[in-house]
């Protein structure tokens, strides 16, 4: 294996970012609290070959194809590719072990506030047609956001969908009881897209009104997580589901506020990207340890992973529109922190 490197980011106020060129993945955030108090507000193992083929792949970038595509197949100009099975009976965040980009070292540079990490994927990596060249930058800036661009290339159509797996925990590593139950979040999203008990998508993009979907005005996080007599919620054993961003069209705008009262930390997610699955933790238990040997449990991070559709490229309704040779694929990520 390649060597794997971190590298660490820090602006004038002290806080910082931590990341690492396996899985491009991140490894810490560290911002201040309202009472000026630093901690890091992401989920983190406690060693670098922890995050080998963990099953919540924490902080990392999954590739070519992140979420699902169901049973592992998908046509592209008449001809059907077959991918590997690694979620039941679905394809999913790239493949079984090292077809996943979350599970490859990447080539990373820094440059000043920058991380660039580049990645070659070849025709037939994984099952996925192309040669496929990504490139993942990671910006910090003096503002506290943290930048992800996300620029990939193809000699041949393809799928792509990149994405970060990041978990949050507003109130801090530190803090090692209560989980994201009683964060509160606010999504810019007045559908989702319900799924099979396999959680791959109907095709149907259902109104969250009147149902636990509902964040269109800031939800307790924990309020409904466990009412399974709502389906998604029971398939998921709580929220792992994807929301179609209102009036969506290709622009970066914010999408997502995640607040942590005690705290007083908030984060505004943006992105350029359609929808945003938000998952809630809900199989943590049995990942490697966190720092300290914590153990972690369910519902102790929740990730928001923007993204296009998932099983996308085998729903028409759904607007994805594969990689050509000559385009290029763009996708933005902001997570914008402050303490209030």
């Not at 990392?60 to 979420?67: A, F, Q, V």
């Not at 399974?228 to 705008?253: E, Q, T, V």
């Not at 340890?289 to 309704?317: I, S, T």
């Amino acid at each position: 294996m390649a060597e794997i490197k971190h590298f660490t980011l820090t602006n004038k106020k002290g806080e910082s970012v931590v990341l690492s060129n396996f899985g491009a993945s991140i490894l810490a955030i560290n911002v201040h609290d309202r009472a000026g108090k630093l901690d890091n507000v992401v989920l983190a193992y406690a060693k670098d070959e922890d995050y080998y083929d963990d099953g919540p792949f924490l902080g990392k970038t999954p590739g070519r194809y992140s979420n699902r595509i169901a049973k592992g197949h998908f046509t592209l100009d008449g001809k059907q590719y077959t991918l590997s099975i690694n979620c039941g009976t679905e394809h999913l965040h790239g493949g079984i072990k090292e077809e996943s980009y979350a599970n490859r070292v990447w080539d990373a540079v820094q440059k000043g506030n920058s991380v660039v990490m580049t990645l070659f994927s070849p025709d037939g990596d994984a099952g996925y047609p192309g040669n496929l060249k990504v490139q993942a930058t990671y910006t910090w800036d003096e503002n506290s956001c943290l930048t992800l661009d996300f620029i990939a290339t193809t000699d041949a159509k393809t799928v792509v969908n990149l994405t970060n797996h990041v978990y949050f925990d507003l109130r801090g590593a530190s803090n090692k009881s209560g989980g994201i139950l009683n964060h509160v979040l606010k999504l810019n999203c007045s559908r989702y897209l319900p799924t099979d008990d396999q959680l791959i998508p109907t095709g149907e993009i259902a109104p969250v009104a009147g149902t636990p979907m509902d964040f269109t005005k800031g939800r307790v996080v924990g309020k409904d997580i466990h009412d399974y007599s709502f389906p998604a919620l029971k398939f998921g054993k709580g929220y792992d589901a994807c929301w179609a961003i209102d009036n969506f069209d290709g622009s970066i705008k914010p999408i997502a506020e995640l607040t942590e009262p005690t705290t007083g930390r908030k984060m505004v997610l943006s992105t350029n990207k359609p929808g945003v699955q938000l998952y809630t933790g809900n199989y943590l238990e049995g990942c490697p340890n966190g720092p300290d040997g914590y153990v972690y449990k369910e519902n102790d991070g929740l990730a928001l992973e923007c993204q296009d559709f998932p099983d996308a490229p085998n729903h028409p309704n759904f607007g994805y529109k594969p990689l050509e040779p000559g385009e290029t694929y763009h996708h933005t990520m902001k997570w914008q922190f402050c303490a209030e």
